[in-house]
Every structure is written in C-alpha cells, then in structure tokens.
C-alpha cells in the first residue's frame, strides 16, 4: 500500500568532495545546487556561461555533464522494463526541469508511457491505479520502490537491498522509538540526484512510520547522523501524528528548529547549509522552510532583518542558536494549537 509521505529530507554530501578542491568556485556548486533542489534549471545556462568560471576546471566539467544530461542526450533503445521505465522519468524530469512551449504537460507524457509500459508488459489485462501497478510490477523485478508526488514534480526511487535497524530518540520534548531501513543498489535515485548531477540528494524519508536513509549517505556514530537525519525525521513522525492535516513547509520548518535547537558540533555547519539553500519560493518547501529558519533565527538574534549578503554565522553564540530555535519551535507549536 503506497500512503503518504512527509516530505523527504535533502543532504549535501556529495558535494563535500567537489567544494573541498573548489577554492573560489564554491559560491557556483551553492548557486548551481540552490536551482536544482527547487527543481527549476531554467538559469543554469546563465549561470555556467558566467565568464567569471570560464578557467575553472571542476565548473567546466560539470558544464559538460549538464549539456550531455540536459542539452544532447538522445534515449538509448531499451530492452528491459526497469530500463524504459527509468528512461521515461529522466525524460519527465528534463521536461520539469527546463520547461519548453510545448502544449503537452510532461506530466502526461510520463502517465502514458507508464500506460504503454503497463499494457506491454501484463497484456493489457490489469486496471487500477498505474503508479500502483507500476510499483507492483517493479517489485516483482527484485526492487524496492518509492513512487512519490511531493512538490515540485513527482520522484521515483529504487534499490535491491535494504536492512532495518531499531532506534531510541530523544528530542527535547519527548522521546520517540523508530525504524530506520537502511536502502542501498540504487538502480534510480530520485529527482534531485538527477537535477543536481549528483552534487545533492534526498538521503531520507517518513512511509507508514519507519524512516528511510540511503545507506551511504552517514556515519551512524555521527552527531550528523543523530541531529540532522534522526532528530530531524522524528520531529516529522510526531508532528504528524499530532498535527496530521499540517502543511509540508511547516513540517520542515519544525524539523530544521530541531536540527538548530539539539546541535553542537554540527551547527555551523546546519547554518550555512539551511542559508546556501534557502529561498523564498513557495513551490519549493524545503527552500521555503530553510528561507524562513535562517530569517526568524537572525531575527530573534539581531532584532533586525537577515542582509541577503549575511555570512557571519561562525560569529553567533551557539547557545543561543539552540535556545533560539526551541523558542521559535515552541511558539510555533503553541499556534498549531491555538
């Protein structure tokens, strides 16, 4: 049974190993990757013709991936099933991400090459929901399958092995026993993998009460781990049990407030990474939340509107960070209630 999902959590770890050599092109990946999690590319053209990147290396070569990925690629014929149903999402997502004139909704498009798939596939005996069937016949390929359609497009996952391990965690305000299934042998790996060439990923998500972590994705002994995938992700399990009609952005509101208000070590890092990917754009949540995180913070610390050009968080007390995000974290849960 397919149910709903809170929406999944975004990591920027692949990116730690392009930046580390990056030098002055580090404000590029931040720029290229703040358009790709948005899910709107229409800018990175301009952004790599930037003259100010011509002589960079790592820029250059990105620039090739993205012409070859977005600009030149040409479907391969495919003999299998998993193959053509990959090749018809990376088409939809191409057709999401650099949007043309064309009157055809790429959303129809990926519904009837699904279609066609399906009545290849099962003879055109089967009815019922197509991403329903569509879950079902790739399950019986060996895969695990997350079929999803969260703003701003819909998002397909899928991985042969996976292994389930039980946790203990405790936010500030209660305790929370969960499931976490480790997923790993991805044969797709989601929109936001493909948008950003790998730089950026969704590492995790809530189904039915058991979270999911791509398996590569942390160290488990980790502070990272413990703040930003478990504490982040249970903040999620609880406001949905106690808020269920609650709206995606507030969820990850809430659950970066969680991040900021239980983090030590890793809190400077959290900082710049919510402030590298925010944006004031409503079609994106998780940008939207980090937009409104890093504002209310500076906020309730400054008594001042964020500059936009604000770079300064290794400055800031951090105890007062986590003091500041409890508050916020409290009051906003005092007008949920209310």
């Not at 040409?74 to 043309?100: C, D, G, H, I, M």
């Not at 959303?107 to 596939?121: C, F, M």
């Not at 925010?278 to 409104?292: D, G, K, Q």
Request: aromatic share 10%.
């Amino acid at each position: 049974m397919i149910t709903r999902l809170l929406m999944p959590l975004i990591c920027l770890l692949v990116i730690a190993h392009s930046t580390a050599a990056a030098g002055d092109a580090e404000p590029f990946y931040a720029r290229y990757i703040s358009l790709a999690i948005q899910g709107d590319l229409s800018a990175a053209r301009l952004l790599f013709d930037d003259e100010q990147w011509s002589d960079d290396t790592g820029v250059q070569a990105l620039k090739s991936q993205f012409e070859e990925r977005f600009e030149s690629e040409v479907e391969r014929s495919s003999s299998t099933f998993l193959e053509n149903v990959v090749q018809a999402y990376r088409a939809y997502w191409r057709a999401k991400l650099l949007p043309s004139d064309s009157s055809r909704s790429p959303e129809r498009s990926l519904e009837d090459r699904i279609d066609r798939l399906l009545a290849t596939d099962d003879g055109g005996t089967s009815e019922g929901d197509r991403f329903l069937r569509l879950h079902q016949a790739l399950n019986e390929r060996g895969l695990h399958v997350l079929e999803s359609a969260p703003p701003p497009m819909r998002d397909l996952f899928l991985w042969r092995a996976q292994e389930r391990r039980h946790y203990r965690v405790n936010l500030y305000d209660t305790k929370v026993e969960l499931d976490v299934v480790f997923i790993d042998d991805f044969a797709l790996q989601g929109w936001k993998d493909f948008a950003s060439l790998g730089l950026a990923t969704t590492t995790g998500w809530v189904e039915e009460g058991v979270l999911y972590c791509l398996a590569w994705a942390y160290d488990t002994d980790s502070e990272n781990f413990e703040v930003s995938y478990l504490r982040h992700e249970a903040r999620h399990l609880v406001d949905l049990e106690r808020f269920p009609l609650m709206q995606s952005e507030d969820l990850e509101y809430r659950a970066k407030l969680t991040e900021l208000l239980h983090a030590n070590e890793s809190l400077y890092r959290i900082l710049n990474d919510f402030s590298d990917k925010a944006a004031n754009n409503p079609a994106s949540p998780h940008a939207m939340a980090n937009w409104r995180v890093i504002r209310d913070i500076y906020w309730s610390l400054h008594g001042k509107e964020m500059p936009d050009t604000f770079t300064g968080w290794h400055m800031v007390d951090g105890a007062r960070v986590n003091r500041t995000a409890r508050e916020l974290l409290e009051a906003h849960t005092a007008q949920q209630s209310g």
